[in-house]
């Protein structure tokens, strides 16, 4: 699990522009979408699951680039 893990984050890493704090950023980048993968599964309410998504794709987006 572990080895996948890292493997997200060097994937992640990879797509951002360089800079001292580029793994920190692809860190917060799989923790806040592995987190909103997961209140977006636990929801039964689709509409509130994609606005958690969609919300967190945005946000992540923006703070990357």
């Known amino acids: 699990f572990a080895a ?3 493997q997200m984050i060097a994937s ?3 797509r ?3 800079g001292p704090d580029r793994r920190e950023r692809a ?3 799989v923790t ?3 987190g909103a ?6 929801v039964p309410d689709g509409a509130l699951a994609d606005e ?3 919300a967190n794709l945005r946000l992540a987006i923006s703070d990357v680039t």
């Open 4 to 6: 996948g893990v890292e």
């Open 12 to 14: 992640v890493e990879e």
């Open 16 to 18: 951002l522009p360089p």
């Open 27 to 29: 860190l917060s980048v």
């Open 32 to 34: 806040r979408m592995a």
């Open 37 to 42: 993968l997961m209140l977006a599964r636990a």
């Open 52 to 54: 958690l998504l969609e």
